[in-house]
């Protein structure tokens, strides 16, 4: 399986934007999905997670209150919904199915992962 993200783009400081994760074949709401965030030189970071049993979702300190994940299971879709945006928020933005989605959402314990989306916040 393997996951793809988009949605992401240019924006600036204070903006919004969505990203989503997709699955052509798996099925979403069977599993715990993370979204990561990950700049040149620097190890890839959890932002967020959804667990797949309707448990409220879970943030990196960094991001809760601005970061909102959710998903839609009609349509197979995660979804992340980033408010707020400051320039270190820019980076590659990968989604990936998780065996837990407890903090600090270890990267080990993901798999699945997509190609990313890259997210740049500039003026």
């Known amino acids: 399986w393997q996951l793809v993200e988009s949605g992401g783009g240019e924006v600036q400081p204070g903006g919004s934007l969505r990203l989503s994760c997709s699955g052509s074949?798996?099925?979403?709401?069977?599993?715990?999905i993370g979204w990561f965030r990950q700049v040149p030189g620097k190890e890839r970071e959890g932002l967020a997670c959804?667990?797949?049993?309707?448990?409220?979702?879970k943030y990196k300190d960094s991001v809760n209150g601005r970061f909102t994940i959710s998903r839609d299971s009609d349509n197979n879709v995660v979804y992340l919904q980033m408010n707020s945006l400051k320039p270190e928020d820019a980076g590659t933005y990968y989604c990936?199915?998780?065996?837990?989605?407890?903090?600090?959402?270890?990267?080990?314990?993901?798999?699945?992962w997509g190609q990313g989306t890259q997210v740049n916040v500039s003026s």
């Open positions: 959804t667990m797949n049993d309707n448990s409220p979702p």
């Open positions: 990936a199915i998780g065996a837990y989605c407890s903090l600090p959402f270890e990267t080990r314990l993901f798999s699945s």
């Open positions: 074949r798996v099925t979403l709401a069977w599993f715990h």
